[in-house]
């Protein structure tokens, strides 16, 4: 039987995750207070980079969406207008799988590798 390979406990991921302007350092404190941001050793902590930028998105009433951020259609339909939110892209190194996975933000994850 094939075994599983065993990850390094000081495994590398970058985590990143766009989060509206106003929101972006209680998200931080989050992922830094469940490890996130600190290099392998330790000199370093609360690390990130943030880059600004437009999202947008459309919330679907009729599949359930209930958006925090979102504006009905004047046309009395019951649909929303395409939503545009000033965000920012927050990219935070994680060292070891369990510090990745005490994040909570909808994110992407990069492994990363010592070449």
Do not use: W
Request: net charge negative; charged share 25%; glycine share 10%.
């Amino acid at each position: 039987m094939p075994s599983t390979p065993v990850e390094p406990p000081n495994q590398r991921f970058k985590l990143i995750f766009y989060v509206p302007s106003v929101a972006l350092e209680p998200v931080k404190h989050g992922i830094f207070a469940a490890g996130g941001g600190t290099f392998p050793d330790g000199k370093y902590s609360h690390c990130s980079f943030e880059q600004i930028g437009t999202g947008q998105f459309l919330p679907e009433a009729e599949k359930g969406a209930d958006p925090t951020i979102g504006h009905l259609k004047q046309d009395g339909s019951n649909q929303y207008e395409v939503e545009r939110v000033e965000e920012v892209r927050c990219e935070i190194m994680c060292v070891g799988r369990d510090v990745l996975n005490r994040s909570e933000p909808a994110y992407e994850v990069y492994k990363m590798e010592n070449v």
